[in-house]
């Protein structure tokens, strides 16, 4: 291995809301360990499923878990488990974890996925880091991964004082030597929507495309997928909606449509019970007479092959889950959440496959739902699968990130 090479990378996803974050930073991983599988990972996050990591033999700093309640208009985010502790202790301990995790590693290179500054913008003192070693012969590179839609925040300038005394600022997007768009840029330009038409980011910004956790290649057989959920071999209409919004109202509502529109013995109804669901709820929705017969399974890695056995799929609209749809092809029927991020309504209406029927949660309750449903169960049909490739992304931030620390080299 050449001198230059890079060697150890350091990873952040904070991972508050879902489990979405761990799995898409999950699949940027092993899309690069494939090419090189002698590079050492380190993750630091927040999320509740580390097992994620380490199933893929990455190693993991468990950083304490927070809460983004995106239903709440105020003090949306709160401690998940320390309850005791007030959150700006938290976030104290938080950010000396991540920076001891950056002091031990030394990394050759920083991703930071989704929040450009962190959680609660913990990541300022690391990043500040970048700024004092930029150029120099211990600078890192720093690297920024997003799924495409986000919200719209100005991007921070930090004041501070040169040595000539006069008050500048940093431009914290103008840290970031890489800055990949997981989505294709006809669907959105994050420059554009979101980050002010910066002309300093734009010539790092690379749309890489669309990534899964699992390539087509990779999915399981029908028989191996069925005996690993413990399902009979029938035709399966798998539901899965996450935990925000009306997660109950909905799931029953659309038992009911289901056990009025098909013969129950020739389908198998599973329902995916998310990770963060209330607890209650899940309780409830077990004992509930519009779900006799539908088996319950919790939310667990790899879904994708259920997806892709399914005679239907009733869904949400969250980046993995889109994506994973459009890889089976499966038919499906996706239900945005509704809050005012906007997120997965922009995302399903970006979304032309023949193959998707997107509702809304108000029409699941109107009069003509029921025939809706059943048309599609009728006459939709599945499409070709889009071949999504995290290998292809991987080698894409392998490559350029070897060409960055070669040029480094040669600046020393």
């Not at 809301?17 to 993750?43: E, Q």
């Not at 040595?163 to 959105?188: A, C, K, T, W």
């Not at 071949?387 to 292809?392: C, L, S, V």
């Amino acid at each position: 291995m050449r001198q230059d090479s890079i060697k150890r990378i350091l990873v952040y996803t904070h991972n508050s809301i879902g489990v979405g974050h761990a799995f898409r930073t999950a699949a940027v991983i092993t899309g690069i360990k494939k090419w090189r599988p002698d590079i050492d990972f380190l993750v630091i996050s927040g999320t509740s499923v580390p097992q994620v990591f380490f199933k893929e033999g990455i190693e993991v700093i468990k950083l304490p878990s927070v809460k983004m309640d995106i239903d709440r208009r105020q003090n949306a985010l709160h401690s998940r488990y320390l309850t005791g502790f007030e959150l700006e202790s938290v976030f104290d301990f938080r950010q000396s974890l991540i920076m001891s995790s950056f002091d031990f590693l030394q990394p050759d290179a920083l991703i930071i996925e989704h929040n450009m500054t962190g959680q609660m913008s913990e990541l300022i003192p690391l990043l500040m880091k970048k700024w004092m070693r930029k150029g120099g012969p211990v600078d890192f590179a720093l690297v920024h991964i997003c799924r495409g839609i986000m919200k719209w925040v100005p991007l921070l300038k930090i004041p501070y004082q040169n040595p000539r005394h006069r008050s500048e600022s940093i431009n914290i997007g103008g840290l970031y030597d890489f800055m990949y768009v997981l989505e294709d840029r006809e669907v959105i330009d994050i420059n554009k929507t979101f980050l002010g038409n910066d002309s300093e980011l734009e010539p790092k910004i690379n749309y890489l495309g669309k990534i899964t956790n699992k390539v087509y290649e990779e999915l399981s057989s029908r028989h191996e997928t069925l005996e690993r959920f413990g399902l009979p071999d029938k035709k399966l209409i798998v539901i899965s909606l996450g935990r925000n919004g009306r997660v109950f109202d909905l799931s029953v509502k659309l038992t009911e449509i289901l056990r009025k529109s098909l013969d129950r013995d020739q389908y198998q109804i599973v329902m995916v019970l998310d990770t963060y669901l209330d607890k209650v709820a899940a309780t409830a929705l077990r004992a509930n007479v519009s779900c006799e017969g539908v088996r319950f399974i919790s939310f667990l890695p790899d879904l994708v092959d259920l997806f892709n056995q399914a005679d239907l799929v009733i869904s949400r609209a969250g980046y993995n889950t889109v994506n994973e749809i459009l890889l089976t092809g499966a038919r499906a029927i996706i239900i945005p959440e509704s809050h005012g991020g906007g997120e997965q309504e922009l995302r399903a209406h970006s979304v032309t496959a023949s193959n998707i029927l997107v509702m809304n949660e108000d029409s699941v309750f109107l009069d003509d739902a029921s025939s809706r449903f059943q048309d599609f169960i009728k006459n939709g049909k599945r499409s070709n699968p889009v071949k999504f490739d995290k290998y292809a992304i991987g080698k894409t931030m392998i490559e350029d990130l070897e060409k960055w620390k070669v040029s480094r080299s040669n600046i020393r």
